[in-house]
């Protein structure tokens, strides 16, 4: 056969997979739908200013081997995500700190906090939440729910909060320290010139095929490779046997403005439910640039029909269920190898997508 591997999908884990076993000497080609490699980690350059075309993305760990795996690849801006809520005008720190605290009630000390905190929720206090907005009253509170989380929430998914299951935000941190960094992880920044760069040297000895769609007439390719890497939506492999998975997208409006800074801010989440938009992002402070002009993105959260691109599995009792069925179904493919976020119908971070093409390339070739 010509190829070792047939990889659809350019994004990091296609990417990174190529790269390891091209070091062994294997041979890959990677198709890719769209018209350029990196996924949602594109980045393009507008006015001088790399743009985070498909969301922002900051590389974090606590992991040190994993920090110097991908940082072997570029040179890093030491960014620490720091990001900002407006409430109607009003802003407030995230994550949920002394600053946000005091912005809320004026308390100066974690212990004054705190009894605002157990003052909030002592009516909410379950057991046995039935639903997001259950939790979340329960774990801090009105003031901090009914301003920072239940707007944004419900314009990010698309549904009441009463109606969304707790476990999609899993865990409500309060910190008791005037602490704005958002990641706990010891590592963290952005590769300087961005993450397009960092695809494209993986790739460098790799065949790369992009505006190659596999569905559409393209399953041809298949025949030409011993093994395949599937890093697409696991439920479209399967023809949609066992119904469609549900996901969330996002609409992207980029603008280039002629002013030096527009926000003062990498990112500003908008958690009422008037503001359309979840969140504005000026991308020239992701790497400390200086310059005279500035470029800012809004997301605007969109149900998923199929055109758009799918970015948030809705892993909710009914979805997982479906998706056990199509995993079922994978674990019987012996020469496909399902990954990432699509593939296995989970959110990943950069790290978890980096640590599991290491170990997916260590179980390919520990009995060679």
Not at 208 to 226: I, L
Not at 263 to 289: C, M, S, W
């Amino acid at each position: 056969m010509k190829y070792d591997y047939l990889i659809v999908g350019g994004g990091l884990f296609g990417a990174a997979f190529a790269y390891e076993v091209g070091k062994r000497g294997y041979r890959c080609l990677v198709l890719e739908k769209r018209k350029h490699l990196g996924g949602n980690l594109y980045m393009e350059n507008m006015a001088g200013i790399n743009v985070h075309m498909y969301g922002p993305h900051i590389f974090h760990t606590s992991d040190k081997e994993l920090w110097d795996y991908f940082s072997a690849f570029a040179d890093f801006y030491p960014f620490i995500n720091c990001p900002l809520a407006n409430y109607k005008g009003k802003l407030y720190h995230l994550p949920f700190n002394m600053n946000t605290f005091y912005e809320l009630w004026g308390t100066l000390t974690p212990q004054e906090a705190k009894k605002v905190i157990e003052s909030q929720t002592r009516e909410f206090k379950t057991d046995n939440p039935q639903n997001l907005e259950d939790f979340a009253l329960s774990m801090v509170g009105k003031d901090l729910y009914e301003k920072l989380i239940k707007g944004y929430t419900e314009k990010q998914w698309g549904r009441k909060a009463a109606d969304l299951p707790a476990f999609i935000i899993k865990r409500l941190p309060l910190r008791w320290t005037y602490d704005n960094n958002y990641f706990n992880n010891r590592y963290q920044g952005i590769p300087i010139g961005g993450y397009t760069a960092i695809i494209e040297k993986m790739l460098t000895n790799t065949e790369v095929k992009t505006s190659v769609d596999f569905f559409e007439g393209h399953r041809d390719f298949r025949k030409h490779a011993h093994k395949l890497v599937y890093t697409g939506m696991i439920d479209r492999y399967f023809d949609y046997r066992f119904g469609k998975l549900d996901y969330r997208s996002l609409h992207f409006q980029h603008k280039v403005l002629e002013c030096d800074n527009f926000q003062g801010n990498a990112v500003i989440n908008y958690t009422d439910t008037d503001t359309p938009y979840t969140r504005i992002i000026e991308h020239k402070h992701f790497e400390g640039l200086i310059s005279d002009k500035t470029v800012i993105t809004k997301e605007y959260p969109l149900p998923f029909s199929g055109v758009e691109e799918p970015y948030y599995p809705v892993n909710d009792t009914n979805n997982n269920e479906r998706y056990t069925q199509y995993k079922t179904l994978a674990e019987q493919e012996t020469d496909v190898l399902f990954r990432g976020r699509l593939g296995q119908y989970s959110y990943y971070n950069m790290d978890d997508i980096i640590r599991s093409v290491l170990t997916t390339v260590q179980e390919e070739f520990s009995g060679r």
